[in-house]
């Protein structure tokens, strides 16, 4: 591990990999979100959210999302370029569907690190 490599492979596979799942809108497993669950049909079978829950989950993304931006707002400025990148790399390339929750994630991935930007230069002050 001293070498830079984690198994053999550099950041920069790692990062890969991980990215690579992403693609399939989760990456659940190896063979993709849908085919983790054991469905013939592909559809899942989950119980809608109630409203408490959907309250629930919206408080908690909100926590998150601050959290990253305080964490991002002390980030170096290649963590933050690499976060840039980050969205760009989950944006539909040439020959891709455009999928409506791709492009509004990496919009709002652009828009946590511009709010961290923000917050840097007031807590600079």
Do not use: K
């Not at 963590?79 to 980050?86: G, I, V």
Request: with cysteine; proline share 5%; aromatic share 6%.
């Amino acid at each position: 591990m001293s070498d830079g490599t984690l198994g053999g492979l550099n950041a920069a596979q790692w990062r890969y990999m991980a990215l690579s799942r992403w693609e399939n809108e989760g990456g659940a497993s190896l063979h993709g979100p849908l085919e983790s669950w054991g469905l013939s049909d592909g559809q899942p079978e989950v119980p809608p959210l109630s409203h408490a829950e959907l309250v629930q989950l919206r408080v908690r993304v909100i926590a998150l999302e601050n959290l990253v931006i305080a964490l991002l707002a002390e980030a170096s400025d290649r963590q933050l370029a690499l976060a840039r990148d980050m969205a760009a790399y989950i944006c539909p390339r040439a020959g891709f569907t455009q999928h409506p929750l791709t492009i509004h994630a990496a919009a709002r991935m652009i828009h946590v690190v511009e709010a961290a930007g923000r917050f840097r230069n007031v807590a600079e002050c």
